[in-house]
């Protein structure tokens, strides 16, 4: 156990802490905040990791910009303070498939994994992620590229009015 | 001109930097007395040897803040058939926390006994002490500016006029 | 000794985070008033009020701190240090001169600050929720959407610069930085700046906090040092803005004998910027709210967006 591993677990129990306190908190607009919290965490686990560019991309983009717009939502609506009683959240089917999933995906990575050794990889620079973006997965990236205009189209098209 | 998109923008900034290179019109009251044109209207002074106790002034004050007691003395005249009668001031107050400044006591008084003083700082900080009675306003005084010299151009008053004409006939 | 200049760097930046924003405020007084043609504060420290904002500081430590009855109060009590960090945490990589006269020389350091500059917002929906007051929840309504909208050209803008240098550490994008640039950036620099104005929610982009319609915007509820936190991450958000498009766009250290006097020209320069900063809040009116959108969507993202591509074409051409 190295310094790293400790705070890698550390952080670890923050997100995953942070994101059960997302679907049980009763507080609605708490819960967004709280996502704050696991992404920002998960953040500092890909620093830990040594992905800094990954690290930062998650930060502009979950918690400036995905996080924000879901409160920004929430807000539009009723977004009471204090405990919403009134929440529809049935305990014995989410348990069943966010452990289930959580857990199975966890032994299995556990199972795949068992056997191999990495070595730490070099620091995840801008320079090699676009490397690798643009060098092996251009095709994937150009798809999703696609994809994404189709949205927005899409979008556009949606928010038209007919005249 | 003013139709060039921007133009109102670059207006605003230049406005704000002439202003910004030019001095300052802040006066720095209390370090700095204010240059005040010397008849201003600050207070009202009372010369207490002038009053006779007419009460016109008190009569045509349109809100009623000035208070006068007097009493009547009788003032035996050598020589003179029956003793005169004075009136005597007792009490002269003006209370400063109804006076609107309107001057009319001064206008009104026949004897030159009020004057304006262009004195301001007499604030306090009980309402009641703005009532100044007339040793307060006897104070005040000394701070009233000499009368205006007469304009040299104009028209000499009635009794110069008639006091040369008395001197040219004798 | 790797500790021993750790803690050297991060107390630097940290002074710099205590004083520089004091001295954009003290300027923003003086310059506000002798615009608007005032003197603004002369008492407080005997010449010309230089101690205005230390007495201001007393004033609100003194100050009752109160959370209100129907707030949330852990939230409402943490925006303002929310509000804060991000801005503490962006001084680190914006370098002071030439070599590493910067407070944490990182590889992605533009990419860190946009990133962190970002979180601000959060802390504006934070405090815009928690106060339980109508007239917070419609300024950090306004704010969000304001962010939401400013972020893109912000990022774009900084991403032409970027992407002329070739590199996202901001002490190598200054040091290939050429006085042609200027010419050659220009929209991204006036973007830059403007989006940035609006990130800082400084007028005229202070819809959030009107206080004309909306008492004072998502900080109406607070007092004290909580206040006090929310101004000075304004004041930091100004050094911040002014730093970074001095950095990004006009060349940072770059200037005679800048070797010896980078540091100098960089704050000269940053300095120059906050002054522009002040200077707009003096001179114009505030923009409303459509007005406003209409600016970043209709207007910067396209400028900006073109700057792109303009970049992109010259890069190729002088590859």
Known sequence: MTAIDVMLSAVGLVAVGSALAVVSTQHLVRAGLWLVVTLGAVAVEFLLLRAEFVAWVQVLIYVGAVVVLLLFAVMLTRAPIGRSTDLDRPIGPALLIGAGSGLGLAGLFAWVFRDMRVNPPPTGSAQRVGEAIFGDWVLPF?????????ALVGAIVLSKKDT | MSGVPGYGLGKGLAITLKTLVSRSTTQQYPDVAPELPPRSRGVIALREENCTVCMLCARECPDWCIYIDSHKEEVVVPGAARPRQRNVLDRFDIDFSLCMYCGICIEACPFDALFWSPEFEYAE?????????????????????????????????KEEANALKKAGAA | MDWLELALRVGAVTVAFLVLPLLVGQTEHKVMAHMQARLGPMYA???????????????????????????DGPVFKLAPGVALIPYLLVL?????????????????????????????VVAVLMAAWSSANKYSLLGGLRAAAQLMGYELPFVLAAASVAMAAGTLSLPLIVERWE?????????????????????????????????????????????????AFFLLAEYVGIVVISALTATLFLGGWHGPMAESLGWLWMLLKTGAVAFLVIWFRVAWPRLREDQLQRLCWLILVPVALAQLVLTAWVRVAMA
């Open chain 2, 125 to 157: 900080y009980d309402i009641r002490n703005l009532l100044h009675d007339k040793d307060r306003l006897n104070e005040w005084m000394a701070t009233v500016p000499a009368p205006p010299a007469h304009d040299p151009q104009g028209e000499p008053s």
């Open chain 3, 45 to 71: 420290g005997a010449f010309h009020g230089w101690a205005q904002l230390i007495a201001d500081g007393v004033k609100f430590v003194q100050k009752e701190d109160i959370t209100p009855r129907a707030a």
């Open chain 3, 179 to 227: 006085p042609w640039w200027l010419l050659w950036q220009l929209p991204a620099t006036l973007v830059f700046f403007i989006a940035g104005l609006a990130e800082i929610r400084r007028p005229p982009f202070d819809m959030p906090i009107a206080d004309s319609e909306l008492v004072f915007g998502y900080m109406t509820e607070y007092t004290g040092l909580r206040f």
């Open chain 3, 92 to 120: 680190l990589v914006i370098p002071l001169g030439p070599g590493d006269l910067v407070g944490q020389p990182l590889d992605i350091g533009l990419f860190f600050a946009l990133a962190i500059v970002g979180v601000g």
């Open chain 1, 142 to 150: 150009e798809v999703l590229s696609v994809l994404l205009l189709a």
